[in-house]
């Protein structure tokens, strides 16, 4: 352990021991209402655990909490901390929200949201996914694959299962639990796994990290969590994470990988059909009760070679992680219902099909466009891409449009800064990419909308019946799809 780097998060030592949900005490939640944070509340409720909480404003979550049995607040103020022995909160909240400082100043035990879902582990066994990419479509599908298998897993990913509508669950007292483990801040190294996942190790929130040696130094650390006699899985095509699968065998840690190449399950004869996707994989060593030299077919719901190996990885958590037979977890696999913006299907008005998807950065930009041309099947492919982050877009703006240029027309949102300000990057805008786009060589129709709102009809005057749509961003350009099929509905009629 001593040869491990250390990661520091200046607000919270995640190398620190958690302790159990029942020492916790009162727990209040700031920023209560949102999806992450509701669904760790509703699993401290479902443990007994007295639960406060607030939110910057009233939502139909706060209320469904309410009834629950949570005690919500609307806004923040230092008052709604009394009582509390134990205060959760994310990242983004700031250290100068009055309900953290006033829980600082009174010496309450303060946790971020991941150390909250690690309190939740005690006595359970925990499969962790991490990766740049691919980690809430592949915990989705371990949930379900466990779930297929019998074992009744918890779960905690970061986005609604549609199967259950909810992004989290316990699941039974003694079950496995899923969780999605975030690499943005340095939080995945609290959990203490028994198997960790890591679908890619990318340079990216390097705003975090500093550069990409950190971000596998990151990794590495994570991948020393895994707690002994545990299993790595991870993916032999990525050169960050087959490095990562190298040192993980040096320091002893069993590992199992994926890949198209040389690896412990082989993907081979990968193919999409409409919104389907199939591969065949190879076991080249013997994993659980699967024999060396054994073939499974994999069928997934989804389309795109990426959610192949998402499934992959999800089937050798279950199988080879955590024992569990192969035939239900490929059915499970194979009737896999999706996770909300995870390529999503919006609805179809007036011939044109929509999708949405959270695709961020720029590989997975790249697969989603990939995927969604596959989908297309002959028709078009209109893209509307909300690049997210100033820096992010300046960073990796020439990978970003060698993704983009697979779709026939393209509307570019104005930049989502979310945390960053315009001001901050006076020379960084959507320009940037449909420049880059328009000057690659490939036909692509390039079109710049003036902001959000006007996106709806922008794409309306755009789009033809046959056409297929996928909006893809982190912000809010998931609003635009259902505009796009209201505009459309309303013009068929």
Same mark, same amino acid.
Not at 294 to 307: D, I, R, W
């Given at each position: 352990?001593?040869?491990?780097?250390?990661?520091?998060?200046?607000?919270?030592?995640?190398?620190?021991?958690?302790?159990?949900?029942?020492?916790?005490?009162?727990?209040?939640?700031?920023?209560?209402?949102?999806?992450?944070?509701?669904?760790?509340?509703?699993?401290?409720?479902?443990?007994?655990?007295?639960?406060?909480?607030?939110? @910057? =404003?009233?939502?139909?979550?706060?209320?469904?909490?309410?009834?629950?049995?949570?005690?919500?607040?609307?806004?923040?103020?230092?008052?709604?901390?009394?009582?509390?022995?134990?205060?959760?909160?994310?990242?983004?909240?700031?250290?100068?929200?009055?309900?953290?400082?006033?829980?600082?100043?009174?010496?309450?035990?303060? %946790?971020? !949201?991941?150390?909250?879902?690690?309190?939740?582990?005690? $006595?359970?066994?925990?499969?962790?996914?991490?990766?740049?990419?691919?980690?809430?479509?592949?915990?989705?599908?371990?949930?379900?694959?466990?779930?297929? =298998?019998? &074992?009744?897993?918890?779960?905690?990913?970061?986005?609604?299962?549609?199967?259950? $509508?909810?992004?989290? =669950?316990?699941?039974?007292?003694?079950?496995?639990?899923?969780?999605?483990?975030?690499?943005?801040?340095?939080?995945?190294?609290?959990?203490? /796994? *028994?198997?960790?996942?890591?679908?890619?190790?990318?340079? +990216?929130?390097?705003?975090?990290?500093?550069?990409?040696?950190?971000?596998?130094?990151?990794?590495?650390?994570?991948?020393?969590?895994?707690?002994?006699?545990?299993?790595?899985?991870?993916?032999?095509?990525?050169?960050?994470?087959?490095?990562?699968?190298? !040192?993980?065998?040096?320091?002893?840690?069993?590992?199992?990988?994926?890949?198209?190449?040389?690896?412990?399950?082989?993907?081979?004869?990968? @193919?999409?059909?409409?919104?389907?996707?199939?591969?065949?994989?190879?076991?080249? !060593?013997?994993?659980?009760?699967? +024999?060396?030299?054994?073939?499974?077919?994999?069928?997934?719901?989804?389309?795109?070679?990426?959610?192949?190996?998402?499934?992959?990885?999800?089937?050798?958590?279950?199988?080879?992680?955590?024992?569990?037979?192969?035939? /239900?977890?490929?059915?499970?696999?194979?009737?896999?219902? #999706?996770?909300?913006?995870?390529?999503?299907?919006?609805?179809?008005?007036? #011939?044109?099909?929509?999708?949405?998807?959270?695709?961020?950065?720029? /590989?997975?930009?790249?697969?989603?466009?990939?995927? &969604? @041309?596959?989908?297309?099947?002959?028709?078009?492919?209109?893209?509307?891409?909300?690049?997210?982050?100033?820096?992010?877009?300046?960073?990796?703006?020439?990978?970003?449009?060698?993704?983009?240029? !697979?779709?026939?027309?393209? %509307?570019?949102?104005?930049?989502?800064?979310?945390?960053?300000?315009?001001?901050?990057?006076?020379?960084?805008?959507?320009?940037?990419?449909?420049?880059?786009?328009?000057?690659?060589?490939?036909?692509?129709?390039?079109?710049?909308?003036? +902001? *959000?709102?006007?996106?709806?009809?922008?794409?309306?005057?755009?789009?033809?019946?046959?056409? *297929?749509?996928?909006?893809?961003?982190?912000?809010?350009?998931?609003?635009?799809?259902?505009?796009?099929?209201?505009?459309?509905?309303?013009?068929?009629?």
């Amino acid at each position: 352990m001593s040869e491990l780097p250390v990661v520091a998060n200046p607000r919270f030592d995640f190398s620190a021991d958690v302790p159990p949900v029942d020492e916790l005490g009162a727990v209040h939640f700031v920023a209560i209402g949102g999806s992450g944070m509701s669904g760790v509340a509703r699993m401290y409720l479902d443990r007994g655990v007295t639960v406060t909480g607030s939110d @910057r =404003a009233d939502s139909a979550t706060l209320r469904e909490l309410e009834a629950e049995g949570a005690r919500v607040y609307v806004g923040h103020d230092a008052a709604h901390v009394e009582g509390a022995d134990t205060v959760i909160v994310s990242s983004a909240v700031p250290e100068t929200n009055p309900e953290l400082a006033a829980a600082r100043a009174a010496g309450l035990r303060v %946790l971020h !949201r991941a150390q909250g879902i690690a309190a939740l582990l005690h $006595g359970r066994d925990a499969v962790a996914v991490a990766g740049a990419n691919g980690k809430t479509t592949t915990s989705a599908m371990t949930t379900v694959a466990l779930q297929a =298998a019998g &074992a009744d897993p918890g779960y905690v990913v970061g986005a609604p299962l549609a199967g259950s $509508g909810t992004n989290a =669950a316990p699941g039974g007292p003694r079950s496995p639990v899923v969780v999605e483990a975030d690499e943005s801040d340095g939080s995945f190294l609290v959990y203490r /796994p *028994l198997v960790g996942v890591v679908t890619n190790v990318q340079p +990216d929130h390097l705003d975090f990290w500093g550069d990409y040696a950190a971000v596998e130094r990151g990794y590495a650390a994570f991948a020393a969590t895994i707690r002994p006699g545990g299993l790595l899985v991870t993916n032999a095509d990525d050169p960050g994470a087959a490095r990562l699968a190298e !040192r993980a065998r040096d320091l002893g840690t069993r590992v199992v990988t994926w890949g198209t190449g040389a690896s412990d399950v082989i993907l081979s004869d990968a @193919r999409t059909e409409g919104m389907t996707a199939a591969a065949t994989l190879t076991f080249t !060593r013997r994993l659980g009760e699967v +024999d060396e030299g054994a073939t499974a077919e994999l069928s997934l719901p989804v389309p795109g070679l990426h959610n192949l190996e998402n499934g992959t990885a999800a089937l050798l958590a279950a199988v080879a992680g955590l024992g569990m037979p192969l035939a /239900p977890v490929l059915e499970g696999l194979a009737a896999f219902p #999706g996770a909300g913006r995870r390529f999503e299907r919006v609805g179809e008005a007036g #011939g044109v099909e929509v999708v949405d998807d959270y695709a961020h950065n720029a /590989p997975k930009v790249t697969a989603v466009v990939q995927a &969604a @041309r596959s989908a297309a099947a002959g028709r078009r492919l209109v893209v509307a891409f909300q690049p997210h982050l100033f820096s992010r877009t300046r960073d990796f703006a020439q990978g970003f449009a060698a993704g983009l240029v !697979r779709a026939d027309v393209l %509307l570019l949102l104005p930049v989502y800064g979310a945390r960053e300000t315009q001001e901050d990057f006076p020379e960084v805008s959507s320009r940037m990419l449909a420049d880059l786009v328009r000057g690659s060589g490939y036909d692509v129709d390039v079109h710049l909308a003036r +902001d *959000l709102a006007s996106a709806p009809a922008q794409l309306r005057d755009l789009v033809r019946p046959g056409d *297929l749509v996928v909006t893809v961003g982190a912000g809010d350009v998931t609003t635009v799809g259902p505009q796009l099929l209201r505009l459309l509905g309303e013009e068929r009629a």
